[in-house]
């Protein structure tokens, strides 16, 4: 009894325990990529013209993306506060939308949707700064394989959240609206003080630990593969989504073994090395060995000595004298720099065109002829193929950068010329080409992600990570305003008033405006690979210039960082006495 009481605490007080709670907090967080599921309700309900529906996507992408408050407010409180900030702000906007659509309250202006939209949706954010940012602190040298795998639970979120939906709600899309405001939330909530920032601990099979979560999300992100591909052919009753999203929450919670076995080898090893403090075994370093424990202190490289004299200098006269590349920069050095501006070009083109697509795919597939269940393949495609590009971005970039010093920008610009392939397809109609478009749209939208989030790590450092992390996230929805609602919305109803002049139709107040054929959305999707091309062009800039920093040790800095405070902190653990290892925490 007392060793499973022990074996709890040791669980519950792990950092594998706060990573599976990350993972479920992920899994709930990427709400804003199901806005293809439910904007035809929005349409409907409301009487929206595309227009005005582009008009609130945007403003639901200006919320997911620019977590600036998000990222402040993590630099001086802890995680907890962010995840209850957010949490309160995704129920309030999602349930004040639930409520328009509904008719429970009259209807709101169009200001004032797109008010209660950009709060639900900035919820995100500060998901993703509470435990995202959290856990690439808590494990530093992996972090391509944290933003990787996190990220890819955001990217799955939306084919986990229809599944349980459909489960729940059957085909109810005002119902989906309720869901997605109290499920984020409930989750939040229930994980609050898990998410913390912990003490970096090396693990000797640290990174095998991340490949077995990685398996397992594998595996769920290849089971609702299937459940897509069986579903589109033969369609789901109510009970049938009830057992396939029993088996979405089991290997939600599959994690949790590994955890639990990972845990139970810290526990053991304790408990040997406190039974036995002259035992070799040694799985975890928190402390080095006893010969580096004479070692003396590495000296202070140039960039360190002069942070320290600049200390003291106000942000405002160093700004333009920022340290070498890889160093901590100031928020204001990084954002003053031209490789910020140069990632941030680079992502208006980039992610605004794939944003554009993923938010439209309900209008695109009405328009282009395909049935209404196909549209749910659609947003399930994207999601699970958004999973897999984070997942492969992220390790696939860490794992050539580290063999083969191939740079992540170089990576960043051959995902934006793939994702050319699913605009043109969109563009030209090609016969069943939606679904090869979902596929790759939803691939290279999650890529750009984990990249872009490393290149700002490794560039600009992570003492304002929480800060700049969100800086980068504020090109989205500035890309897809240009693209999502003043190209291809607007290029979306002249069209339809086109369509309705040509058959003598005048259009009413409050009515819908809807377009068929593959005009309506090829000019735009023509427009937007132009933009991707040329974001391409640009980050090739971005690769020039980083060449030779690739082509270094770039986390040599922070190796020497650990192993200085590694060395102190086993002086000071020798002169106060042997004490036991500390496991997970």
């Not at 954010?125 to 992996?142: D, Q, R, Y």
């Not at 986990?160 to 939040?188: C, E, F, K, R």
């Not at 002249?494 to 107040?509: D, M, T």
């Amino acid at each position: 009894m007392a060793n499973m009481k022990s074996l709890t605490i040791q669980v519950v007080t792990g950092r594998w325990f706060m990573v599976f709670a990350s993972f479920l907090i992920m899994s709930a967080a990427g709400a804003t990529y199901m806005f293809g599921l439910y904007s035809s309700e929005i349409k409907i309900s409301l009487g929206y013209d595309q227009s005005t529906l582009n008009l609130l996507s945007f403003f639901k992408d200006l919320g997911a993306n620019v977590g600036i408050l998000s990222g402040l407010i993590n630099e001086v409180t802890p995680p907890w506060v962010v995840l209850a900030i957010g949490a309160v702000m995704n129920f309030f906007g999602y349930f004040m939308i639930w409520l328009a659509v509904t008719k429970k309250i009259s209807t709101p202006q169009v200001w004032t949707m797109c008010l209660y939209i950009c709060i639900g949706a900035n919820s995100q954010s500060f998901a993703n700064t509470g435990a995202l940012v959290t856990c690439v602190k808590n494990f530093p040298e992996s972090r391509g394989v944290v933003l990787g795998i996190l990220k890819g639970y955001v990217g799955l979120s939306g084919a986990i959240i229809t599944q349980l939906y459909h489960a729940v709600y059957d085909n109810n899309t005002q119902a989906l609206i309720l869901m997605i405001g109290w499920l984020p939330a409930a989750i939040s909530f229930v994980f609050l003080r898990t998410i913390r920032i912990m003490k970096v601990v090396r693990q000797s099979n640290e990174l095998q630990v991340f490949y077995n979560f990685l398996y397992i999300s594998l595996g769920l992100a290849g089971f609702l593969m299937i459940i897509i591909i069986v579903e589109n052919t033969d369609p789901f009753t109510q009970s049938e989504y009830g057992g396939s999203a029993a088996m979405v929450v089991f290997l939600l919670f599959l994690p949790l073994l590994v955890v639990v076995i990972e845990e139970y080898k810290l526990l053991k090893m304790k408990q040997m090395i406190i039974n036995d403090p002259n035992s070799p075994i040694n799985i975890i370093t928190e402390k080095p060995s006893q010969e580096s424990t004479t070692a003396t202190l590495p000296p202070p490289t140039t960039s360190i000595i002069e942070s320290k004299k600049e200390r003291n200098v106000s942000c405002w006269r160093t700004v333009f004298r920022p340290p070498v590349r890889g160093d901590d920069f100031t928020i204001l050095q990084a954002l003053f720099s031209i490789d910020m501006l140069i990632l941030f070009l680079t992502t208006i083109c980039g992610v605004g065109g794939t944003l554009t697509a993923i938010d439209n795919l309900g209008q695109i597939g009405s328009s282009l002829g395909y049935p209404t269940q196909s549209i749910s393949t659609f947003v399930s495609l994207v999601s699970i193929w958004n999973y897999l590009g984070r997942v492969v971005a992220g390790f696939v970039s860490e794992i050539v950068l580290v063999k083969y010093k191939f740079p992540r920008p170089l990576m960043l610009t051959l995902t934006l010329l793939l994702s050319c392939v699913g605009h043109l397809l969109i563009a030209f109609n090609v016969p069943n080409g939606l679904y090869i478009a979902s596929v790759v749209i939803g691939f290279c939208f999650g890529a750009q992600w984990p990249l872009l989030f490393a290149i700002i790590s490794e560039l600009f450092g992570l003492k304002y990570y929480s800060t700049l992390y969100n800086f980068g996230s504020v090109a989205s929805p500035i890309g897809s305003y240009l693209l999502n609602v003043r190209v291809a919305g607007h290029l979306y109803d002249r069209e339809g008033e086109r369509q309705l002049a040509a058959k003598g139709q005048v259009r009413l107040p409050g009515q819908d405006l809807n377009c068929s054929g593959v005009e309506c959305f090829k000019l735009s999707f023509i427009i937007i690979t132009i933009v991707t091309v040329l974001g391409a062009f640009v980050s090739l800039i971005l690769v020039s210039r980083t060449k030779k920093f690739y082509k270094s040790d770039i986390y040599k800095k922070f190796r020497e960082e650990v192993k200085a405070a590694e060395t102190e902190m086993a002086v000071a653990g020798r002169d106060s006495g042997p004490t036991g290892v500390k496991g997970g925490g």
